[in-house]
């Protein structure tokens, strides 16, 4: 897209100890001008690594963000954490509404809205995950899933600064198995043109990433598609080297 700096960005999921500091060590390494100039990289390590996480990147444009926050500021939420807590340890971005949140924790499309918005009110920038189930794809309801996830999901106030979408066919995910680039392009141009609607020259520049089964072999040809501005990978991120290989792709 136009004027939109790509994000690569990574989601280690309930994986990490301080032992893989290593590889945020190595993948702030590795981000660096020229190419960061133009492409974005950030890794969501779990809660615990945040901090220390941030620490380890503060002479590198590696961005470091969170997996997911609570809709509040604070208060009587044993376990949760909020976005407050999550700018305050640096963090400049939090995933809200992934699929594994939304099956686990029986997230709604509302519950996301407001997560996106209490990640706004912190200044962090919400990266919303949306995506359609295999029986949903089977039954031709994939556009109709991302219009319905798009328009409960995404706040009114959201911009191109402080929302990216995900697109993640929950079948995708973990999978190895990627959707076709021409059913990718389709999906991508349907929120595109979505969010161009709701947002004007917001959602015109909105980063619009793909997620599932992201790898350094396909990672080319998935970041080639129009209106895809960046990837969000799983597995794939969790060893430098692979999520590097990904990053570099845009080279
Ligand atoms: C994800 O969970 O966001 C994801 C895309 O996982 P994977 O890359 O492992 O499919």
């Known amino acids: 897209t136009p004027d939109v700096r790509p994000l690569v960005a990574g989601n280690w999921k309930m994986n990490g100890t301080r032992a893989s500091l290593d590889q945020i060590k190595a993948i702030a390494e590795g981000v660096r001008p020229p190419l960061a100039d133009k492409v974005e990289a950030l890794i969501c390590p779990p809660a615990t690594l945040l901090y220390v996480a ?47 949140r939304r099956t686990d924790h029986a997230e709604t499309d509302h519950l996301v809205r407001a997560k996106a918005e209490a990640a706004f009110a912190a200044g962090l920038t919400a990266i919303i995950c949306i995506g359609e189930t295999a029986d949903e794809r089977r039954a031709g309801q994939a556009l109709d899933i991302i219009k319905r996830q798009l328009s409960a999901s995404v706040p009114d106030g959201a911009t191109a600064e402080n929302t990216v979408i995900a697109y993640e066919p929950i079948w995708a995910i973990g999978t190895g198995v990627t959707p076709t680039s021409g059913d990718v392009e389709k999906a991508h141009a349907f929120m595109r043109a979505e969010m161009a609607a709701r947002f004007g020259d917001q959602g015109r520049k909105m980063r619009l990433l793909y997620g599932g089964s992201v790898k350094p072999a396909n990672a080319g040809e998935l970041m080639g598609i129009a209106n895809v501005d960046g990837a969000l990978i799983g597995g794939a991120s969790l060893k430098a080297a692979d999520f590097l290989a990904i990053y570099r792709a845009y080279e």
């Open 54 to 100: 941030t620490a380890l990147c503060t002479d590198s444009p590696l961005s470091i963000g969170a997996q997911d926050c609570h809709q509040k500021a604070s208060g009587a939420h044993t376990g949760d954490i909020s976005a407050e807590m999550i700018a305050d340890s640096f963090g400049t971005y939090v995933i809200v509404g992934h699929s594994e």
